[in-house]
């Protein structure tokens, strides 16, 4: 029995930071400006996100989902730093991207990732909206979400809409009946205590979705934590699971940079699938952190 093997790294706020143009400095690029130069800064390292790539490229996974925040203020060259981020770990049929807040920072190039990062993020047919997205790999259906969406500052909250959850509701149904593994890509978890700044607007309405018509497998970051939470299911609770962020520094309070692995086997409608945690520890050295069944 084969065994398909998905990675998944989110938030690496690719260091270091761009250094923006006085007119680029507009509106919440301002305190998120200033936010990292103070803070953030320190907590996000080039090396680390480095060699945390490296690592995850030698465990030769099938497939590598990022879930979002690859940029800091959505200035204009941190989307050809994402692209090239992407590139490095391979191209669209290997790679799938979903946007996080800080890739809509701004209204300004809010939607420019639809462009950089197209060839990660094209749905496998034409579709009217771009997400979701529903690709297909090996046994795996990956539906890609957009909850990113420009806010106030010190606001990160997010939010599908109705129209997107109503077309989430169709991709569901229709994949419902060929019992594929389906993984759903989201960057605020829809599950898990956060504040209320940081929170998923709409996730009763994700979670009622979901509950209707089932999915295998919800993966997210933006808490920049490792946790495995759940929500209900069609036919048993489903697993999501959040990883730190793949650029923070070892000793960081809400973890040093991780990623997870989830090797999955089975046929239509029997999936186990088991997670692996790959990351830095104290010390500095890549290693396995824990291995956990999820079904
Ligand atoms: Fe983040």
Redesign the pocket.
Known sequence: MSVFVLAHLS?P?IPPLAEPRPAELIGKRITGYLNWKLRRGAHHRRDILDRLAADLLAQAPDHVAVTG?LANLSLPVEFDDGRAFLARLGDGKRVSVIP?N?DAYVRATNGTYLGAWREYLAGDAAQTAPFPYLRRRGPVALIGLSSAVPTLPFFASGRLGSDQLDRLAIVLARLQEERCFRVILIHHAPAGPRSWLKRLEDAPGFRDTVALYGADLVLS??D?IAAVNEIAGFERPIPVVQVP?ASAAPGDPRGGAAYNLYRIEGAPGFWSCEMESRGFSPDGKIVSLRKKKLM
Do not use: I, N, R
Request: aromatic share 0%; net charge negative; charged share 20%.
């Open positions: 938030d706020h925040d996080g800080h970051g933006h920049h962020s």
